[in-house]
């Protein structure tokens, strides 16, 4: 197993190339050398040969193909040390020959016709497979979606599917058949500029952007491109704008720590990674915060789904009380037995229930191997944990992290004081002996035929003794129990409501089994005292006992749900699962890879305006977060709500009818983190019903348009409703690109495409 583990890390090298990030070289600060590289591939080589056919039989059958070191191409030194030097650059070096090639304004006019350029040049640059299957795609989009808006959210899935060279060809196509489609040029766009082409976005960007100016998304947008040129000083401009407009952008943000660092300064480039990763968590910012050389923190991370008090119902278990009495003791005893009787037969369900999940685990696990190792051999990254886990690691750790050992040692306190309970217990059980010797001493001559036979009076000593036994021992034992079962409940509840994001869906259902297992143990493991009355008490009439039904748990419920439905591909994320379902008819996708192309972004649905407004990317004349807990009336009015309902403008779209009027109807949105494993984070924004009381933010901006949307932004804030058109949020989603920064090296094949006239 152990030469397995080997060839499985030498096949993950072998599969993503020498230049990658995180490699680390064997000589401090040195590139490996060429003769450095050769004697490692021989090793691995040597690794390989020495397989028994067992284990290659093993790895067959994971679908994990061997490969040969011999087919590995040798790279010089120089390219070694030059994959070395830009592994640590910040920002990419200036591409003067594409910057230059950057087409000229492009008019609405001849928009179409500069797409379609776009799309010949595509048709040579991009593999035969893509090219039919992405014709045969855009067919199917086009006979299956009502309009251009749903047909672009279908090649959005696409995207979203793990396809982003058959999405860009296919999106491309529909902006060259309605090239006034302002969604759709967005996130053509954006495909454009994160595989390699952000010398062809630009003019589509620039045309966008002056016809909606300050709009966050395009702002961005248009800094990435230029960030992936090496053009630093534009580039940041733009991220500026867009960061001044939407303070936590989570990829303006993002790029805007590389260009800081590249200036030398530190501190500012982790205030801007902090920024980030507020509203969108990924591994990758924490792993840049983690180089910068600051600890991400729970508070860095907004997390915005409660946790629920009690998820197993655990509270709502009951016991029998401790008798405290004689006369308690024998009723509550069948209790205690009735009780642990039901404990016994619940657990021995529950380890039926466990034994097959522990296969179910298993076989799952070993599935996930195996994606894992396939994945890795093509090039392409799975995530080895749940799309939350990440996040959920971060922000709820601190619910089980002992770090500072104060659950450790409340743990062994609260133990500590069970075992001194029953120690002082078995103390008083001594006393108890002693005095009831003394009784037994007391009345021995006392009994038989011709003597007083005093039953009442020795009943009365015998059971005065029993019940301060009882009183003070079960009261000690009570108490120390009902303290260390809160701790544990608690504990319990933690590590639950913990594992419902970290886990995969399999893991979780085994953990939960398991932490009702390990519940119904403590609470039936209590050892309360049980005294019966003496044989001298006449009357040993008892009430019977009750039956006992035991409390069923409660099945905890995932509070962070989202549902993504693109057409073509829907998304269902549930806490520690997310279900994707291809429904393209019998289209079949090309192999999945992603590479070095794919660099990552965010995904937003936005409701669409439906009502009298020009609509721009992301922006419906106005957005409005409503990340509150919302009280409505009987008439669905705002009745109240913690902390305040904020609207917002994206900017430039709809300032001719103001932002949103007083009773607009907000929905909700959407905003889907993307990363190289797929999905990173999900942000959701509730729904609310606007009322007075709104806070909208004054754009800082000196622009003539600035006034205008201060104008509008002040009624709102004053809650008078006097604007002229309410803006009406419908349920059409809307969908947009917001781009990712690129490599620092290139980022694929279309960087060479060049368009000098259409």
Same mark, same amino acid.
């Given at each position: ?35 450095e590289m050769q004697d490692m591939?021989?090793?691995? $080589? ?72 776009? $799309? ?43 396809? +982003? ?12 058949? *309605? ?18 082409? $952000? ?5 589509? %960007? ?221 103390? %008083? ?29 020795? /009943?009365? *000593? ?7 036994? %009882?009183s003070s021992s079960n009261t ?45 143990? %403590? ?37 962070y749900k989202s549902n993504l439905?693109?057409? /073509? ?5 549930? /806490? ?7 429904? /393209? ?73 103001? +932002? ?36 909208? +933010? ?61």
């Amino acid at each position: 197993m152990k030469k397995i583990a080997f060839i499985g890390i030498a096949i993950l090298i072998y599969s993503g190339g020498f230049a990658q990030p995180g490699k680390k070289p064997q000589k401090k600060d040195m590139p490996p050398t060429q003769k450095e590289m050769q004697d490692m591939m021989k090793e691995m $080589q040597k690794e390989l040969d020495g397989m028994s056919p067992e284990d290659k039989k093993m790895l067959d059958s994971m679908g994990v193909k061997l490969p040969s070191m011999k087919d590995i191409p040798n790279v010089s030194d120089k390219q070694l040390a030059d994959a070395r030097k830009d592994e640590g650059r910040p920002v990419p070096k200036r591409d003067a020959a594409r910057i230059a090639s950057v087409p000229k304004a492009v008019a609405d006019s001849k928009m179409g016709a500069y797409i379609i350029a776009i $799309q010949n040049k595509l048709g040579s640059a991009l593999k035969p497979a893509v090219i039919t299957a992405g014709n045969e795609m855009y067919e199917y989009i086009r006979s299956n979606s009502k309009n251009n808006d749903e047909a672009g959210n279908m090649a959005i899935g696409l995207w979203l599917a793990g396809q +982003p060279e058959v999405a860009l060809y296919v999106l491309g196509k529909l902006c060259a058949t *309605d090239a006034a489609n302002t969604d759709n040029l967005n996130n053509y766009s954006a495909m454009l500029s994160m595989q390699g082409a $952000q010398h062809l976005a630009i003019p589509i %960007l620039n045309n966008l952007n002056a016809k909606y100016p300050k709009n966050s998304t395009l702002l961005n947008n248009l800094g990435q491109a230029w960030f992936g040129l090496g053009e630093i000083g534009k580039a940041e401009k733009y991220l500026d704008s867009a960061i001044r407009i939407y303070a936590y952008h989570p990829q303006a943000n993002l790029t805007k720590s590389f260009i800081e660092e590249s200036k030398g300064n530190k501190q500012g480039a982790i205030n801007a990674v902090k920024r980030s990763i507020v509203k969108a968590y990924s591994m990758e910012k924490e792993n840049r915060l983690n180089k910068l050389g600051y600890q991400l923190t729970s508070e860095n991370v907004s997390w915005d789904r409660p946790m629920p008090q009690d998820p197993l119902g655990l509270e709502k278990f009951k016991w029998p009380a401790y008798p405290l009495s004689v006369a308690e003791s024998k009723i509550l005893e069948a209790e205690w037995d009735a009780f642990k009787e039901k404990c016994r037969e619940e657990i021995d369900v529950l380890k039926t229930q466990e034994a097959s999940l522990q296969t179910r685990v298993e076989e799952s696990n070993s599935v996930r191997t195996k994606k894992l190792l396939q994945a890795g051999q093509k090039g392409s990254i799975v995530s080895p944990m749940p799309s939350l886990a990440y996040k959920a690691i971060v922000k709820l750790s601190k619910l089980i992290d002992d770090k500072d050992g104060h659950m450790a040692f409340s743990y062994q306190k609260k133990t500590q004081s069970v075992f001194d309970a029953h120690a002082e217990a078995e103390k %008083l059980e001594d006393i108890l002996d002693h005095q009831l010797q003394t009784v037994q001493e007391n009345y021995k001559d006392k009994f038989g035929e011709g003597k007083s036979n005093p039953f009442d009076a020795a /009943c009365a *000593d015998d059971t005065k003794a029993k019940n301060g036994f %009882l009183s003070s021992s079960n009261t000690l034992m009570r108490d120390a129990f009902n303290d260390y079962l809160g701790f544990m409940r608690r504990k319990i509840t933690n590590e639950t409501y913990y594992n419902q994001y970290t886990m995969w869906p399999e893991n979780f259902e085994l953990a939960k089994v398991q932490a009702k297992i390990a519940w119904l143990s %403590l609470i039936s493991g209590q050892h309360p005292k049980f005294k019966d009355k003496s044989s001298w008490c006449q009357d040993h009439t008892n009430a019977e006992a009750k039956s006992f039904k035991l409390t069923n748990f409660d099945d905890i419920a995932c509070q962070y749900k989202s549902n993504l439905d693109l057409g /073509c591909v829907k998304m269902e994320t549930n /806490c520690g699962q997310t279900t994707t379902t291809y429904g /393209c008819g019998a289209i079949s996708f090309v192999e999945r890879e992603l590479g070095q192309n794919y660099i990552g972004g965010t995904l937003k649905l936005s409701p669409k305006v439906t009502a009298g407004v020009s609509a721009g990317p992301l922006s419906a004349g106005g957005y409005i977060g409503a990340n509150n807990n919302i009280e409505l009336d009987e008439n669905n009015n705002v009745k109240d709500w913690d902390g305040k309902i904020t609207a917002g403008i994206e900017g430039g779209v709809g300032v001719n009818t103001g +932002p949103v009027k007083i009773g607009a109807t907000a929905g909700g949105s959407l905003e889907v983190e993307l990363g190289n494993t797929g999905i990173s984070d999900i942000n959701i924004v509730t729904t609310g019903k606007i009322g007075a009381g709104i806070e909208a +933010p004054n754009s800082d901006g000196d622009q003539k348009i600035d006034e205008q949307i201060n104008k509008g932004i002040g009624y709102v804030n004053k809650g008078i409703g006097k604007l002229d058109t309410s803006v009406e949020i419908g349920v059409e989603s809307r969908t947009s690109l917001i781009s990712g920064h690129g490599a620092l090296n290139g980022t694929g094949k279309l960087e060479g495409i060049m368009i000098t006239e259409w």
